[in-house]
């Protein structure tokens, strides 16, 4: 938190750029209140980059529309039920919202829309005090009033009306608490975190998809386990991620104190160390935070619950990463994940397993190919989720899997530089096929093309001539086992 007035001086900067002072000045001539509200506020007070400018109005949406026409063309309605207008200004994009005062229905996920006169009450309910703050234009003038900036100082969430009337109004808002809890270090109050666990319930009421966008926005965070811990402490997770709160007691294969929650969610934490440590120096621009692999390292032993067996005094989890696999597809569907992301958390959580006994016995060059093979695109952050996933105490196990990775990461490395071993494919493809075998279109040539394809995974690159032989002793074997 920077001092009052270093974040004066910050808010100053932003109001005298050139977008927001051309919209103040537009507004105030209108004779229009006019503000920057809530999350720019916060992170100019924080000392954070201000990425989004959100502004806030006692126009109504008409009058916005009218001010805003004046300075450009380029005007959409992003919500105009809901208020919000947005435009290109001197090149920025800006979000400006008419004064609300909107309630929601105990059975509604959407808000009954009223509009506001006061900047006062357009603060109040909203959803947390760090974010009721506005700054007035072009005067200058911070409005807190509900000690918003006190809060700040202190890194504490607290809702600006009673945390009762603000959950009742948008349960949205407990999973926001959550996120913000991750992304800026901050502790929920007590009376706060109360209210998630009494209204966790009418979570349900909110759509999957801005469930999702919310666990999204957690998930990206530079350390979302705080929030994540929220989340299931509350009862909140257990309304969207039951499968992540059946983890609590499910005891590891080696009885050690942690369960396999806990182990989970340092297989997050490491993953996302890891992902951070394998970037390219080199690259001006760092990468993106990696939603898919975020998933996958949270779900990865999801498939535990279902497949805990205690056999010979020990607990056995046989499997586990097949049934995972398919949890975590049918989690990741209700929530309206996207095909892509779903298929590739899937994908991981499937072979999570599959390097686990390299050490013990080296792998064939045939296997290493089908292990580069199956990961697809998937391979560098199946790299990283492997990795991640040891979370053992005893050091020289744990130094033993590290020199095994090393390892298997090398050999895909000299094998992919001999055969461009990302793009295995058999030396004849689909037209090759049929022409040799003289056959249509149809099943058969998709099975030859498997079997020239396990040909390859097994024995590397034997050239077309080679292959051609192989195929035509393959096709004589199966018309002759048809004849048969």
Not at 20 to 25: G, I, K, M, N
Not at 101 to 127: H, N, Q
Not at 410 to 420: K, M, P
Not at 461 to 467: K, L, N, P, Q, R
Request: aromatic letters at 6%; zero cysteines; proline letters at 4%.
């Amino acid at each position: 938190m920077l001092s009052l007035a270093e974040s004066m001086t910050a808010l100053r900067h932003i109001a005298e750029s050139q977008p927001v002072a051309t919209l103040s000045l537009a507004f105030a001539d209108a004779g229009h209140e006019f503000a920057l509200v809530g999350g720019p506020v916060r992170d100019a007070m924080l000392g954070r980059a201000v990425t989004d400018l959100d502004f806030t109005t006692s126009a109504r949406p008409d009058e916005t529309r009218a001010v805003l026409e004046s300075l450009t063309k380029n005007i959409w309605d992003v919500g105009r039920d809901f208020g919000t207008i947005a435009a290109q200004i001197n090149g920025e994009q800006v979000e400006i919202t008419t004064y609300r005062a909107d309630t929601y229905r105990d059975d509604s996920r959407k808000p009954e829309v009223s509009f506001g006169d006061t900047i006062d009450g357009d603060l109040v309910r909203r959803d947390f005090t760090m974010n009721a703050l506005a700054l007035m234009l072009p005067e200058l003038r911070l409005v807190d009033v509900a000690g918003g900036v006190e809060d700040l100082i202190a890194g504490r969430i607290v809702t600006p009306a009673s945390p009762e009337a603000s959950f009742t109004d948008d349960p949205l808002r407990m999973l926001r608490a959550a996120r913000f809890a991750s992304q800026l270090g901050f502790e929920v109050a007590p009376e706060t975190e109360a209210a998630m666990v009494r209204f966790s319930e009418r979570l349900d009421i909110i759509s999957a998809e801005r469930i999702r966008d919310e666990l999204t926005k957690l998930l990206l965070t530079a350390d979302p386990l705080p929030g994540i811990r929220l989340l299931v402490d509350t009862g909140l997770a257990a309304r969207f991620l039951p499968e992540l709160v059946e983890l609590v007691a499910t005891q590891d294969d080696h009885g050690r104190h942690k369960d396999v929650y806990e182990h989970s969610l340092t297989v997050l934490r490491q993953a996302i160390e890891l992902e951070a440590a394998r970037r390219d120096p080199e690259v001006e621009e760092p990468a993106a935070p990696d939603l898919v692999l975020r998933l996958a390292a949270l779900l990865h032993d999801i498939g535990k619950p279902a497949t805990r067996r205690f056999e010979g005094g020990g607990v056995t989890f046989h499997h586990h990463d097949i049934v995972g696999a398919k949890l975590a597809k049918k989690r990741l569907r209700e929530l309206r994940f996207d095909n892509s992301t779903i298929k590739r958390v899937a994908r991981l959580v499937e072979l999570h397993l599959r390097f686990f006994g390299y050490s013990d016995q080296q792998w064939t060059d045939s296997a290493v190919r089908r292990y580069v093979r199956d990961a697809g695109g998937e391979l560098e952050q199946l790299h990283i989720l492997t990795r991640a996933d040891v979370t053992t105490r005893n050091r020289r196990k744990a130094e033993r899997l590290e020199h095994a990775y090393d390892d298997i990461e090398r050999r895909i490395t000299e094998l992919a530089e001999q055969e461009e071993l990302a793009a295995v494919r058999p030396e004849l493809d689909g037209a090759a096929i049929m022409r040799l075998l003289e056959i249509p279109p149809g099943p058969l040539v998709g099975r030859a093309y498997a079997y020239l394809l396990e040909v390859r995974l097994d024995e590397g690159v034997i050239g077309e001539e080679a292959a051609t032989q192989r195929l035509l002793a393959w096709y004589r074997e199966q018309t002759a086992g048809s004849e048969g």
